[in-house]
Structure formats: C-alpha cells, structure tokens
C-alpha cells in the first residue's frame, strides 16, 4: 500500500515531470519466433516448429530506455552495437521509438549482442545467444565515455544497466559514477556479477535474490542472513541504498534505517523476461519526482508485476502503471470490509503496535457530507477507525420499511473507499454491543446527538479503560431529509 497514494498517482499521470535520465549498458536485440508444434521430427527426437511468426523488440539496457519512454520521461541510451545486421534493426527499433540514441556507438570488432528465442504453443523451447563478453578496448570505451559524459549534463538521474556482456567490465563504470557525483545526480545501477566494488559511489544498486548471493558470498536460501550481508556491503561500497528484488516475496530495501519489506503485488506471470528492467526504470522515475522511497519500491514493483502479464520483453506504460494503482486502491478499499473475527484478529494486531482504535457504528444508508464529516472527527480521536454498519435487516428494523436505500455491501463498500475508515464490519442485531465487547475499542465515538449515558457500549469501554467521546454532527444534513425530497408529493 502507497503511503502518498495520490502524489504517486499525480507523478504517474504527469509522466514525472518529464524528468530526463540517461542509460548506460549492455544493449540487445531481443528475437522471437513462435508458431505451433504438433509433432516430433523423423530425423531426430526433437520437436518440429510451424512458424508462425517473427518479431524483435529492444533489449538489455534498450529495454530499461523503453521502460522510461513509455512512462514518459525523456531519455538519451549509450552503449554499443555491433556492425552488422542486429545492430542494424537494432537501430531501427530505436529510431521507431523515438529514442535518443547518438550516443549508441557500432563497434566492427563485435557482433550485437542478440537473443532468440523459439516459442512453440506459447511455451519457450530453446535459446539461441550470439553475443561477446568480453571488456571494451580501450579505444572503444573511451568512445562510448565521451559520448556518455556529454549527454550527462542537464539529465536528472542516471542509470547504468549491466548485463555483464562487456560494456560496464572496465573503468567506464567507476568514471560515469564519479562524474555524476560531482554534479550531485543520483546513479542507479542493475549490476552483475560478483564484484560489486566497481559499483562504489553509487545511489542505488537493484541486485535480485541471487545476485546478492553471489556478490556477498552468502546462502540465497537464508533471506535474513542475506539481508544482513546486504546492509554491510551497502556500507562498504558507500551506498545509500540496495533495494533488493524477492520474486514472489516482493522487495527489500536496505538503507541506513535499516531493512524495509515491501511486498509482492500478486500477478498472473506469463513471461519474467525484462522485469528487472522495469525495476530499476520504475526506481528511477520515482526517484527523479521525489516520491518516497518506500513508494517508489512499490511503484517499481507495481510496474514488474504489469510487464509480468505480457508475453516476452515488454515495457510499461503510463496508462498501464496508472490504471494498476487505482486496482490496486480498489483492492485495499475492499479489503477493509471484515467479518468480525478477522476484524477482532486486524485490531489486536494494531493495539500490538501501539495504535489507538476508535469504534464507531451506524447505517450510513445514503452517504452524504455529514457523514463524511462526522468519521473524520471520530477518526482523528485515534490512530485507527472501525465502523460498525448495520446490515439490511437492522436498517428496517430502526427505520421502517423502504429502508435503506442502499443495500449493505453498496454501504459498506462506499464506506471502506473513505480514507478515514480502517475498517468495517457488519452486525446483524439491534445494538453493536457484541462487536464492542469483541473488538474492546480504546476509543467509542458517537454522536452528539447522545448523552453519554444513551451510547450503547459506554459502559464496558470505560471499564476496559477506554473513552467516550460525543461527535458534533453537522446540522440540517440527515439521510431521512434527503429521502423525504425524493419522493413524489404525493407519497410525502
């Protein structure tokens, strides 16, 4: 959940404002070539593939480009192709996304890195690398770290997108770090390998599970050792943050406040491919608006889990981003309407962590702004709100027939999309006296309207130490008043 769930909205619908990021790294032209496979080969045991169809998309650092283009930042990418025919649609791709790419140098001395892969009934089958890991010549590197450090001037945030095929390998790492210090930009990193020290200086390092592993010699299978491992080495590298990608466990983000979990948005995954792209490019963005850190972990992970759901490399886009936040908001509104056991089990957890829970009950048939009104203020005499809604059958009883309006799951939906309602729970009887005496609120709140010797409840929250406290309520604003002026005159 978003701590700032509108201003990370705004910075998604306003694109970021804009920000300009540079990329740096290993590109690729990733291909596919899919199609049907309905039988085996009479020449060898090997599946026969009917092709189908043929495309390529950007890859490697390419793809973390497309990522930020698609958020709509402004980007330049920097890095290296080979001489040939990849590096030639690499290009075109490139060109057909409108990337700024003058600063992506052809190298005759090295093939494009490139990766196809065989797709048979929407399954991967095989994949073919043709690539060279080696580092740069130095000739070369220099090359590429002239054409980068121009393009760092007047950028926001720079990324350096490592995919261990021989671009980041030499001094150009540690050069572009140590120019972007000394004009105060931010410098994220998708690293590889096992020496992270070429890393040193950086803002943020966005290692997976097992390429923490791998760099700080620890178990991937012990998460808190790893962990810890982690926050060590992000001292000894001088980093101000790792944020640690966990798969289904969601993230970590290790900082100087210590170990920050963030969990997994649970998503239907059809292909992983590129997701780690979309990370850091969801960090980045965040980064260059200012968001929360913890907000922009979620984001970041929020984008993965949209990119996930596609088939092959894929990037995110605004809309795409945009229309899972509001899901997701949706979700946790929903997930606010509890029965009482799992309401009795959410409000022990919150008094275990020292939060005050108000209680407060009612029909909220027709939600009007006295309502509205009436559960800020209660809100605001706690950390947490719980109300109690009547249910259909409760409302009749109380307000006669025709009553209510709304039906109970409209109410209490409408009710769990305020933001100053934690919870709600339904009761069938006449009073709220079970769920009170359930749920033992530090706090009972309702309406002036009461003495306090009328409120049901009263009572056993004062023995449990609790308080009463009267709620103003907003004049001549009343659901019965709005339904008396929606009836004909002649039913009044």
Known sequence: MFREP????????????????????????????SGDVGRISPEAPVPVLKLGGERAVAGGA?????????????VALAGVRGDDADGAALLGLLDAAGMDHAAVLADAERPTTSKTRIVGNRQQMLRID?????????????????????????????????????????????????AAAARGLPVLVDPKGRDFSRYRGATVLTPNRAELALAAGADAADLDGLLARAQQLRGDLGL??????????????????????????????????????TVIAGIAAGRAAGLDPVDTAHLANLAAGVVVGHRGTAAVSAEELAAAISGEA?????????????????????RAA???????????????????????HA??????????LNTD????????????????????????ALAAVDGVVLFDADTPIALIRALRPDVLAKGADYREDEVVGAAEVKAGGGQVVLVPLVAEHSTSAIVGRMRPNDER
């Open 6 to 33: 509108q201003r990370v909205l705004a910075a998604v619908r306003g694109c970021f404002g804009g920000a300009r990021v540079l990329v740096v790294g290993d590109l690729m032209l990733d291909r596919y070539l």
């Open 62 to 74: 390419a793809n973390v480009a497309r990522n930020l283009l698609g958020l709509g930042l402004r």
């Open 130 to 178: 043709a690539e060279d890991t080696a580092a740069l010549a130095p000739p070369m590197a220099d090359a590429l770290g002239a054409a980068a450090l121009a393009r760092l001037d007047g950028v926001d945030v720079l990324v350096l997108s490592d995919y261990a095929k021989g671009v980041l390998a030499g001094p150009l790492c540690a050069r572009l770090i140590d």
């Open 240 to 277: 101000v943050q790792l944020v640690v990608t966990l798969g289904e466990l969601g993230m970590a983000l290790v900082d100087a406040g210590g170990i920050t979990r963030v969990p997994a948005v649970a998503r239907e995954v059809f292909d992983v491919s590129g997701a780690g792209d």
């Open 330 to 350: 949706a979700l946790e509104q929903a997930a606010k309407i509890r029965d009482l056991s799992a309401m009795r089990a959410q409000v022990d957890a919150w």
């Open 354 to 376: 020292g939060e005050r829970v108000v209680f407060t009950n009612g029909c909220f048939d027709l939600l009007h702004v006295g309502h509205v009104t009436y559960l800020e």
């Open 379 to 388: 809100r605001r005499c706690g950390d947490r709100l719980v109300v109690g």
């Open 393 to 416: 059958r409760s409302v009749r009883a109380l307000k006669g027939a025709g009553r209510p309006v709304i039906g109970e799951q409209d109410r209490a939906r409408v009710l769990a």
